[in-house]
């Protein structure tokens, strides 16, 4: 007989196990399917030889709901923050300057120049009105600011967050904020001033965070407490529609076959995945979430004997502007930011290669990877030796981009959706990649579904 659930989840990334977490505890019958044989999806965090590697996210923004979420898995005590100041810095004529982090700074930072200056005074007490059409990030830059703006701290901050390549990254879906400041108060300073204002609830600052055994403990601790509802090695391979409302689910697991039964369907797989599985409802949602890009990235662990680097790193780490010509997108001082990253006398240095920008550049070879970060970053820290160890880490789909077309993508898909009551979508490319935004996504999913069974 096909077994029958209240709710299945596909897909055991964060938004999936968070999803499933959040209906397992609101008592309902929720089984998770992930397809390989280890959850957590792009998170993962594995030690060898003294360090402490992660191969995905390094770490994440301490949001409320996420603070929520440890605390409800009684894991808070294995938080680590980052220290709170820690610089950030942006390669500018083969050094290393410091991001502004607050308005002030940001005003008298060497970093612009006269015109970007004027051009943000004259968007504090000016009036503009955007666009009818979407526009590119970079486009939207050039519009309101500088040139300049763009390439030293707008494109680094996108290809080190996003992955992503401004000129195609849509404004709207990818910074609606600032889509809105500007259609709201006429100003992007204004508008921002203002939505800062009207937010209610407890400020949250900019604190990064992991936990002391990397960011893999958040998986374990929903693994462990899913249990048996959680199936991996275990592949969703087809849906259909039932007559009594309800959908069948077809799965591969272990070399057997089956099929599984279920009244609410969450998809918290990538888009090609989800358009598939869905094109066997309506071929629509394959023509529509299928073409979605994503970016490609090498994750190139480096550490060195701590004697060999000049620089202090004493930092966040720095993002590397696409003119500079080179291929390193950004480094993250690992090792600075949180202990236990590296053994005693060793510093840990995680660089990114690929994005949107240059996607050839992730698909090369594991040791050409290695000796291309080592010599890139070794004239900017004043790196005088070989790496003591490396890893290289390859995600083909690392990252979603919400380039020009995507929210009307989601809009066309949403409302599809409507007409198969019980079908919700999660995942990182529908109200952002960061981890916090997959889990705030994943928990809204959670609860809509809830509440429909509940009816
Ligand atoms: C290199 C890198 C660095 C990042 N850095 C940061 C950072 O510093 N901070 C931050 O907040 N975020 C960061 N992110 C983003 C964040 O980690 C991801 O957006 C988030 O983890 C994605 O989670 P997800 O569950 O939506 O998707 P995924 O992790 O992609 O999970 C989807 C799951 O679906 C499964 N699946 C696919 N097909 C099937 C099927 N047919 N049946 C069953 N299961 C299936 C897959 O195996 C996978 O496990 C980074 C991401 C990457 C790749």
Redesign the pocket.
């Known amino acids: 007989m096909t077994p029958r659930v209240q709710a299945l989840v596909?897909?055991?990334?964060?938004?999936?196990?968070v999803c499933t977490y959040a209906l397992c505890k609101a008592g309902l019958d929720a089984q998770l399917?992930?397809?390989?044989p280890r959850?957590?999806?792009?998170?993962q965090s594995i030690a060898h030889d003294g360090f402490l590697l992660?191969?995905?996210?390094?770490?994440?923004?301490g949001t409320a709901p996420l603070r929520a979420l440890f605390q409800g898995l009684g894991m808070s005590d294995q938080l680590i923050q980052a220290p709170e100041h820690a610089p950030r810095y942006v390669l500018v004529d083969g050094a290393l300057r410091p991001v502004p982090l607050s308005p002030p700074a940001f005003f008298t930072s060497l970093l612009i120049d006269a015109s970007t200056r004027w051009a943000l005074v004259r968007d504090l007490v000016g009036k503009s009105v955007p666009p009818e059409a979407d526009e590119s990030v970079a486009a939207f830059v050039r519009r309101k600011f500088s040139a300049q703006l763009l390439d030293r701290l707008v494109g680094p901050f996108v290809s080190g967050?996003y992955?992503g390549d401004p000129e195609r990254l849509s404004l709207r879906s990818t910074f609606p904020s600032l889509h809105e400041a500007e259609k709201s108060a006429g100003s992007i300073i204004r508008g921002l001033l203002r939505a800062a204002k009207m937010k209610t609830g407890p400020r949250e600052g900019p604190t990064l965070l992991t936990f002391r055994d990397g960011n893999e403990t958040l998986i374990r601790a929903l693994s462990n407490i899913l249990g048996p509802s959680l199936h991996t090695g275990?592949?969703?391979?087809g849906i259909s529609a039932q007559n009594d409302g309800s959908f069948s689910a077809q799965?591969e697991a272990h070399g057997a076959s089956g099929s599984i039964s279920t009244k609410s369907l969450i998809l918290?797989?990538?888009t090609d995945?989800t358009g598939k599985?869905l094109s066997q409802l309506d071929s629509s949602f394959e023509s529509l979430l299928a073409p979605i890009e994503y970016a490609p990235?090498a994750?190139v662990s480096l550490g060195y004997g701590i004697n060999d680097i000049g620089h202090s790193l004493d930092g966040f780490g720095f993002l590397v502007p696409r003119s500079s010509g080179l291929r390193v997108l950004g480094t993250v001082w690992n090792s600075s930011l949180f202990p236990s990253r590296a053994p005693k006398g060793h510093a840990l240095l995680t660089s990114?290669v690929g994005g949107a920008t240059d996607p050839s550049a992730a698909s090369l070879p594991a040791e050409a990877l290695t000796s291309l970060v080592h010599r890139e970053i070794s004239p900017i820290l004043a790196i005088a030796a070989e790496p003591v160890f490396s890893n290289v880490?390859v995600?083909p789909?690392?990252?979603?981009q919400y380039n020009f077309g995507h929210s009307d993508r989601l809009a066309a898909a949403a409302k599809l959706l409507l007409n198969h009551p019980g079908i919700w979508l999660?995942?990182?490319?529908l109200r952002g990649?960061?981890?916090?935004?997959?889990v705030e996504q994943?928990l809204a999913v959670a609860d809509e579904a809830r509440e429909a069974l509940e009816k």
């Open positions: 596909v897909g055991g990334g964060i938004s999936g196990l399917f992930e397809a390989s959850p957590g999806g792009v998170i992660e191969l995905g996210p390094q770490s994440f923004s967050v992955a275990a592949s969703i391979t799965f918290a797989t990538p995945i599985l990235l994750v990114f880490a995600w789909r690392a990252l979603p999660a995942g990182n490319y990649p960061a981890i916090g935004s997959c994943a």
